[in-house]
């Protein structure tokens, strides 16, 4: 009988190991740097919608950041010369996106400045090759770096948000940036950031440190919770539950701490619920809740309103053979010719009917919304993987909860249209498709194996 070999030190299944370039190996120099493109969305995650309005005459924050983070990229591909191994991108959907945006964008006859403000959102899928390549050449030690900066720009998006809602006239005090002013709180989006880092928060507890981490998500959900926005309430709870699966394991046993959890979690949202104004605005939707007949009927109103906006969209959309095909292009204001924005409200500067894949429909017609649909159906499918599975790393959890809690409002708001929405979540959603790809790659080179067995004839023994 033959006995296991010690001598080799056990290796993690493949689909636990995350691509990257082992620590203190060849490539130890690049093990510190961040992944691409992580500051601009650390400032656009801890900034939100007023963050993103910084600027310098033309120049905006966030796109100096992108194309900084762009030109460092290939700067450092050039000096580095051939690649040793194999860095696998985004995948053949974020290319299609692109190239169905491209060719609309080839074909625009109008207003070009216009244009390029409608394709801007499409385009920033563009992000997911920078995070995709950056994410497999940094080493372990250089996405711990990009999780802390991560994470301080999510505590400092949660300190401005508890002044914001605990002292709104010191805010309406402070000056404008653009069109909004200086911890303006944009309800959708920064529910959504304030689950992402309950979520975090709640993976990051450890013996010793609970109660640290404790505090920072009831902070979080106790801010979100006082905010009016559904939509960022369906994120929040969604971002606690992924974190509390993300915590069980990836052997698809439920531990008791999860369980506890997920217990204390579940009770916390039915006792804080009806008592919060997000709870009440979604308790008001039951026409037998106890709610205020003003509550109600705001909830009730602002729901058909969406729904016919959509409808009169996509009835647009489907009227002509053409639009039906490839989408009104990058230009036309299709909200108003479909009357779509007067449920809404016209003369706002509303361009977007508050639903991504709608917008998606309207500018690309079914070309383009199969390809948003496919990739949008790619990441959950990937997000669902890493749950079940476990995930390589802690930068990959916190790109599965970016990318669900974005996904929700932004199918009922204006999140993935923005610059503060777009670029976090394809950032995120080019780590998931990178690390997907490279570890299927890698599935496929070295078969599972005893991790202690060197090989299989050994085990066979």
Aim: glycine fraction near 10%.
């Amino acid at each position: 009988m033959a006995y296991p070999r010690t001598d080799v030190a056990a290796r993690p299944p493949a689909h636990h190991r995350p691509p990257g370039p082992p620590a203190g190996g060849p490539g130890a120099s690049a093990d510190r740097r961040l992944v691409a493109g992580v500051v601009a969305v650390t400032v656009l995650l801890a900034g939100s919608r007023w963050g993103s309005h910084i600027h310098v005459g033309p120049l905006y924050i966030g796109d100096v950041l992108l194309c900084a983070a762009f030109l460092t990229a290939t700067w450092t591909a050039l000096l580095s010369g051939k690649e040793t191994k194999r860095v696998h991108g985004p995948g053949i959907l974020v290319r299609l996106l692109l190239l169905v945006t491209a060719f609309r964008l080839l074909t625009v006859q109008d207003d070009l400045r216009v244009a390029l403000r409608d394709a801007a959102p499409f385009a920033y899928v563009a992000i997911a090759c920078l995070s995709a390549g950056a994410y497999q050449r940094v080493g372990e030690r250089g996405r711990e770096r990009t999780v802390r900066l991560l994470h301080g720009g999510l505590l400092l998006h949660l300190a401005w948000m508890v002044v914001a809602t605990l002292a709104p006239g010191f805010v309406a005090t402070l000056p404008t940036v653009g069109s909004t002013r200086v911890f303006e709180i944009r309800t959708d989006f920064d529910v959504a950031v304030l689950g992402v880092l309950a979520g975090l928060s709640i993976l990051r507890m450890r013996r010793g440190r609970i109660w640290l981490h404790a505090s920072v998500t009831a902070a979080a959900l106790v801010t979100g919770l006082a905010q009016v926005n559904r939509a960022g309430l369906f994120s929040c709870c969604a971002c606690v539950l992924v974190a509390v699966m993300l915590r069980v394991g990836g052997d698809g046993r439920l531990r008791l701490r999860a369980v506890v959890l997920g217990a204390i979690a579940v009770l916390a949202a039915v006792a804080v619920l009806p008592i919060s104004p997000a709870g009440q605005r979604l308790l008001a939707l039951n026409k037998t809740a106890t709610a205020s007949s003003e509550l109600v009927e705001n909830a009730h109103g602002t729901t058909r309103a969406r729904l016919i906006a959509w409808e009169r969209v996509v009835t647009y959309t489907l009227d002509d053979p053409v639009r039906s095909a490839v989408g009104v292009g990058f230009g036309p204001d299709f909200l108003q010719q479909s009357n779509g924005d007067l449920p809404i409200g016209r003369g706002m500067g509303v361009r977007s009917p508050h639903n991504y894949l709608v917008t998606a429909f309207a500018r690309l017609g079914f070309v383009g919304l199969t390809v948003v649909v496919a990739l949008l159906a790619s990441l959950v499918t990937i997000a669902v993987r890493t749950v079940r599975r476990g995930p390589p790393d802690e930068l990959t959890s916190l790109c599965v909860l970016v990318v669900v809690s974005l996904l929700i409002v932004a199918l009922l708001g204006v999140i993935l249209e923005s610059p503060f929405g777009a670029a976090p979540f394809f950032w995120a959603a080019g780590i998931l498709l990178a690390g997907e790809r490279s570890r299927r790659a890698r599935v496929r080179r070295e078969p599972e194996r005893h991790p202690l067995v060197s090989s299989p004839q050994e085990a066979i023994a």
